[in-house]
């Protein structure tokens, strides 16, 4: 689902008032949103709040996801489903043990 004129043109307004590394940080946001959007429409059959005899299950709410980059973290809501699952491909399961400590466990 891509951005409409009048989300775009806020989102370029808050885009004006931060610094560069907000700024970064926040596209890279938005564009991480937009392809977990995408690809839960893929994999339901339909968009938001559309119908379809396509349609495989329905869209039932979001959960907060956050995703560490090196433009900082981004915070993404990921689409719940009422049968079956879906997790975005962009995002990596949750980890259990931190790649430092997996190190620091290696080397002893």
């Not at 596209?27 to 994999?43: K, M, N, P, R």
Request: proline share 2%; glycine share 4%.
């Amino acid at each position: 689902m891509a951005l409409d004129q009048s989300a775009l043109l806020a989102l370029l307004a808050e885009l004006k008032l931060t610094n560069v590394t907000d700024r970064i940080r926040m596209v890279t946001e938005t564009l991480y949103q937009e392809l977990i959007d995408a690809e839960a429409t893929a994999h339901i059959g339909t968009g938001r709040f559309e119908r379809s005899d396509d349609r495989t299950t329905q869209r039932n709410g979001t959960r907060p996801r956050v995703l560490t980059t090196t433009a900082g973290d981004l915070n993404l809501k990921v689409p719940k489903l009422r049968q079956g699952s879906f997790f975005s491909a962009f995002l990596e399961r949750c980890r259990r043990v931190d790649q430092a400590l997996f190190a620091v466990v290696m080397e002893a």
